[in-house]
């Protein structure tokens, strides 16, 4: 439903791209501004196929640095492709911020953290299909949500949200085969 909305927002039928089996929009509204695709692709722990990763932004990058500097609204969607559940899911979250950050940054965002953490517990059980959303929202935050209902309240710091984008597009990433194909080179 939630396409389907966005797709009249456009003014027109979204198209959709296929990313590990689930279907996600090729462009969205974000704080009244329409982002693209600037890449998408699978995670994959050993063999098994995690989750489905689509990054939005305003205009292509294709460095970890170009993304993270990107200024305005800012989204990622993450299908579920397996059951999994909300607490695993935050801590996977927790580890990869953790990877990627140091301990002086992550000290800026204590609260944010604690906050970022609580959200996924309200996740009982995740299924295949479910999609968790995350956009930067200029004057706003960190905005999450899980199958379109809010999950937690805003996040303030764009930093933050950049902490979460290096789950991906850090220095260690957790799929080095993601990487490039959030960078759309893959």
Same mark, same amino acid.
Do not use: C
């Given at each position: 439903?939630?396409?389907?909305?966005?797709?009249?927002?456009?003014?027109?039928?979204?198209?959709?791209?296929?990313?590990?089996?689930?279907?996600?929009?090729?462009?969205?509204?974000?704080?009244?501004? *329409?982002? =693209?695709?600037?890449? #998408? @692709? +699978?995670?994959?722990?050993?063999?098994?196929?995690?989750? !489905? /990763?689509? &990054?939005?932004?305003? *205009?292509? =990058?294709?460095?970890? #640095? @170009? +993304?993270?500097?990107?200024?305005?609204?800012?989204?990622? !969607? /993450?299908? &579920?492709?397996?059951?999994?559940?909300?607490?695993?899911?935050?801590?996977?979250?927790?580890?990869?911020?953790?990877?990627?950050?140091?301990?002086?940054?992550?000290?800026?965002?204590?609260?944010?953290?604690?906050?970022?953490?609580?959200?996924?517990?309200?996740?009982?059980?995740?299924?295949?299909?479910?999609?968790?959303?995350?956009?930067?929202?200029?004057?706003?935050?960190?905005?999450?949500?899980?199958?379109?209902?809010?999950?937690?309240?805003?996040?303030?710091?764009?930093?933050?949200?950049?902490?979460?984008?290096?789950?991906?597009?850090?220095?260690?990433?957790?799929?080095?085969?993601?990487?490039?194909?959030?960078?759309?080179?893959?």
């Amino acid at each position: 439903m939630a396409g389907l909305g966005l797709a009249l927002g456009l003014g027109g039928a979204a198209q959709a791209i296929e990313v590990g089996g689930l279907k996600f929009d090729d462009t969205v509204r974000v704080a009244g501004k *329409e982002l =693209k695709v600037n890449g #998408a @692709g +699978v995670r994959t722990r050993i063999v098994v196929k995690v989750y !489905s /990763l689509v &990054l939005y932004l305003p *205009e292509k =990058k294709d460095t970890a #640095a @170009g +993304v993270l500097e990107t200024q305005g609204p800012r989204r990622f !969607s /993450l299908g &579920l492709l397996r059951e999994v559940t909300g607490d695993d899911l935050g801590q996977a979250f927790m580890a990869g911020i953790t990877a990627n950050t140091d301990k002086a940054e992550r000290s800026k965002y204590v609260n944010q953290l604690a906050q970022f953490g609580d959200a996924f517990v309200s996740i009982p059980q995740g299924k295949k299909g479910d999609v968790i959303t995350v956009d930067w929202v200029p004057d706003t935050g960190t905005v999450m949500t899980y199958n379109g209902k809010p999950l937690g309240e805003p996040m303030k710091d764009v930093n933050f949200y950049n902490a979460i984008l290096k789950i991906w597009l850090g220095d260690k990433p957790v799929d080095s085969s993601l990487k490039p194909q959030l960078l759309g080179k893959g």
